[in-house]
């Protein structure tokens, strides 16, 4: 069988390692599609702002995220993740006050700083999903909903309101073998992989989760 040529080239890492990763316009919608699941959990009004954290690299990951943003009729702003762009966070908090961001990381964190905001003021009353480098920075600071988002290869996982991970069960098979998530895809893609070792920590679990979305769900170690 012909694979499908991909329309966008991202990338995922692996153990430090860049990997470039095609996909086409169709599977970022499909995924995007899925993240409406996840995303609808929180209840947040059409015409909320969510500011996107991420680097182009990572379009694969975001791209379907801000589409479930916009399917769910709210608006997105997008800042680099980088400490020279921490400024464009803190200037989006203030100009459009978003009910959420995703993808904060350590560089914004640390950028905040260097550009002398205080990141718990920036943060304030909203949900953050962050990556795991930042994660326990900002699940201390006080006045916040502290979420986790982990990439795993092309897919971005995100906690859902109940506290989950979800995995598009559709399009992916995940499996945990050494503790490390493995996945394989399920559907036709640009790329398929078969027990793809993301390198993130995780374990399968069978929890049915309270939110109501029937995907699996990822439990990290
Ligand atoms: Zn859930």
């Known amino acids: 069988m012909n694979t499908p040529r991909p329309d966008v080239i991202g ?9 470039f990763y095609g996909s086409r ?14 995303l609808k959990s929180f209840g ?16 694969i990951q975001f791209a379907p995220f801000e ?9 997105g702003t997008n800042a680099d993740l980088s ?8 200037s989006l908090s203030r100009q459009f006050n978003p009910v959420a961001m995703m993808g904060v990381g350590r560089e914004t964190l640390d950028g905040l700083k260097m550009l002398g905001h205080d990141a718990a003021r920036v943060f304030k009353g909203r949900t ?6 930042a994660y326990e920075d900002v699940k201390a600071m006080p006045g ?17 309101a109940s506290g989950n991970l979800h995995l598009d069960s559709r399009e992916w098979a995940g499996s ?15 790329e398929p992989v078969v027990d793809l070792g993301t390198g993130v920590k995780a374990r399968m679990s069978d929890v049915a989760c309270r939110c109501g979305n029937h995907d699996a769900v990822v439990e990290l170690l």
Request: net charge neutral; proline share 5%.
């Open 11 to 19: 990338s995922y890492t692996v153990g430090g390692r860049m990997h």
């Open 67 to 75: 589409y479930a943003v916009q399917i769910l009729g709210m608006y």
């Open 144 to 160: 916040l909903d502290a979420r986790r988002c982990v990439l795993a290869g092309p897919v971005l996982l995100f906690d859902c």
């Open 83 to 90: 400490p020279y762009d921490a400024g464009r966070v803190e």
């Open 176 to 190: 945990a073998e050494g503790d490390e998530l493995r996945l394989t895809s399920r559907q036709v893609r640009a």
């Open 25 to 38: 316009r169709t599977e970022l919608d499909r995924a995007g599609v899925n993240m409406v699941r996840t």
């Open 128 to 133: 953050i999903w962050a990556r795991p480098d």
């Open 44 to 59: 947040f009004s059409p015409g909320s702002v969510i500011t996107n954290v991420s680097t182009t690299p990572e379009v």
